[in-house]
């Protein structure tokens, strides 16, 4: 994005407050206006007192009384207009911060998984805080000094022409000499800049990257080799700061000479006028103070430029996510999928993660209500991919996916959602206490309900035994509890929600036997009723499934009832037998399956 086209984005930001945004510009305007008559007012009063040899004292002094009447009525409107816009510039930017927070919080979180899977979240959080806090700033600067700056250049310089075009000439030069310096040093540091922004987020990357795994750097040793890697990137970013720093530091250094030699000269061409009768004293005077308050302004403008140039690639990235478009949206048009029976088809279903290599190819299956489905095969197949387009985290490329009929697409992602409820394998939890984890899914459950849930999940009698019991906060991510607390709860959670259609991605891998046991009773009294995909490894998890679906490479090359799926002998039978140890057939399956009439013997012979 250009310097430009950042710019009228950051005020295009302030639209929603048009009216109040108008107000302070012309108060702003008000404000340059009142301040280019006090050097004027000034000079006046110089050429009143010069120019009373021979005039009435009565009349001198009524005059200089009628200017300086002027002058305090231009000092208090000035008073008036700037009280307006520090008053409200102020709470304006304060405001439009927080919401433009809010609106890229939005955003982000409604982007897919693979928006995220691309990004860390480290460095999403520090384009935000960074975004945000630039726009403060640009906003706050705009009312506070850009526009009177404007205001100056557009309509002081116009007026200096007119009342002594030789003086106002030396101020011309000196707004074209700045502009010119302006542009030189941003053409000479613009990529440079880009890559010191380029450094801040891979150190904002690392040490997210870091700060998160802190159990891994310290139980490997990490903590020099971490050190040592975040000081190097340092050590770069500085290797390319310094030079920005320098081109700026040395057009600070030009534009302070420019403003002294213009004073001087305004002085010098002052004096040579007066002398040939072509300026008054007053006339000098006021282009003195012109002078003053122009390069003040301009070196404003030029300390905006160049924190401009230096937050551009920032506000760049912050303006890039806020237009990166989701993959996975509603339609204009979408419906509202009710509460659903839970009847789900796939059609032809292919999708692919990089374009290049097919996660699921050509998946068809049908599902009636309250059938249990069981998704087996080795990690990669496909299993998890489709239950990840059934609830839309990814959309196919071809085919379709229909829950009692209705294409999926053609509802919204928070109907859809409401009627799917998943135990995911990563069972990851809010920084929060554990009844707001468990109210994820039902933010309206009361105590009772939660206790109901958790008794359920096997996760009640842990959480009394936590210092606040269900108020007790839980490490980020869960850290504080165990990989077997931690997924009943997410059991729990979803018990809660009561959905229709439910997804348990290993939902009892992190559980010990006697637990998972437990568990296995309270899923099978959850999913009475409903339509359950059970994404297994552990297949002796799954013979009560009432259909279990093979993948293999992103294709369903079986599916069928357990028995029956190990009678064929097949990909499912290799399977079983990999976990047992050999091929099962025969007698073996027989015992597998656990016939009492069948004598128990080694189901496989070692191979």
């Given at each position: 994005?250009?310097?430009?086209a ?14 109040l945004?108008?107000?302070l ?104 805080l ?22 100056a ?30 542009a ?7 990529n ?63 534009t ?114 309250g ?42 992602l ?32 009361t ?5 109901e ?22 490490g ?87 028995q ?18 050999g091929?099962?057939t ?22």
């Open positions: 994005m250009s310097f430009i950042i710019y009228g984005r950051v005020l295009g930001l302030l639209r929603p407050e048009f009216g945004a108008l107000t510009a012309l108060a702003n305007i008000a404000v340059a206006g009142l301040q280019f008559l006090e050097p004027v007012l000034f000079g006046r009063v110089v050429d009143t007192l010069t120019g009373s040899a021979g005039r009435p004292k009565d009349e001198v002094w009524g005059d200089t009384l009628s200017l300086l009447g002027i002058w305090i009525a231009v000092g208090i409107g000035g008073i008036v207009a700037n009280i307006v816009v520090s008053l409200h510039a102020d709470r304006m930017a304060h405001r439009n911060r927080l919401a433009a927070m809010a609106r890229y919080f939005e955003h982000v979180l409604a982007l897919p998984f693979a928006f995220h899977n691309a990004q860390h979240s480290g460095r999403l959080l520090k384009i935000m960074q975004g945000v806090d630039h726009l403060f700033g640009l906003w706050l600067m705009f009312f506070r000094e850009h526009l009177a700056t404007f205001v250049i557009f309509v002081m310089l116009p007026l200096s022409l007119f009342m002594n075009w030789r003086l106002g000439l030396l101020l011309i030069g000196l707004i074209i000499f700045f502009a010119i310096t302006n030189w040093i941003v053409a000479r540091t613009d440079l800049q880009r890559a010191v922004e380029d450094y801040h987020s891979k150190l904002a990357g690392r040490a997210g990257d870091a700060l998160g795994n802190v159990h891994l750097i310290q139980s490997f040793v990490r903590l020099s080799a971490e050190t040592r890697m975040l000081h190097e990137t340092i050590r770069e970013l500085l290797s390319v700061q310094f030079p920005v720093l320098n081109w700026w530091a040395l057009l600070s250094v030009l302070r000479a420019a403003a002294t030699v213009t004073t001087l000269a305004i002085f010098m061409l002052g004096t040579w006028l007066h002398l040939n009768g072509q300026a008054s004293v007053g006339e000098i005077v006021s282009f003195m103070g012109f002078a003053a308050m122009l390069i003040g302004r301009m070196e404003q403008a030029s300390s905006f430029v160049a924190r401009m140039f230096f937050q551009m690639p920032a506000l760049a990235d912050f303006f890039t996510v806020l237009e990166t478009e989701s993959t996975v949206r509603d339609k204009p048009n979408a419906g509202t999928l009710p509460r659903v029976q839970g009847a789900v088809e796939f059609s032809n279903v292919a999708f692919s993660y990089d374009g290049r290599r097919p996660a699921l190819k050509d998946f068809s299956l049908k599902v009636t209500p059938m249990t489905v069981a998704l087996v095969g080795p990690t990669g197949a496909g299993k998890s991919t489709s239950m990840a387009l059934l609830h839309r985290m990814w959309d196919p490329q071809s085919g379709s996916i229909r829950i009692d009929g209705v294409d999926i697409r053609d509802v919204t928070e109907s859809l959602r409401r009627n799917v409820g998943v135990v995911f394998q990563d069972n990851t939890m809010f920084y929060r206490t554990l009844a707001e984890n468990l109210r994820v899914g039902k933010p309206d459950a105590d009772a309900e939660l206790v849930a958790a008794t359920l999940a096997e996760a009640h009698e842990f959480i009394e035994r936590q210092s606040d019991g269900y108020n007790t906060q839980v980020e991510r869960g850290a504080t509890l165990s990989g077997g607390e931690r997924q009943r709860i997410s059991i729990a959670r979803a018990l809660l929600k009561n959905p229709p259609i439910l997804i348990l991605d290993e939902a009892t891998s992190a559980l010990d036997a006697v637990t998972e046991a437990k568990i296995q009773n309270a899923l099978k009294t959850l999913m009475k009723g409903r339509t359950t995909f059970v994404i297994a490894h552990r297949l002796s998890t799954i013979r009560d499934a009432d259909l279990v679906v093979v993948f293999d490479q992103g294709e369903a090359v079986e599916i069928g009832g357990y029956e799926l190990l009678e064929r002998n097949g990909a499912f039978a290799r399977l079983v037998a990999t976990q047992q140890g091929t099962l025969g007698t073996a399956v027989r015992q597998y399956m656990g016939d009492p009439d069948e004598p128990a013997s080694s189901p496989a012979a070692p191979g």
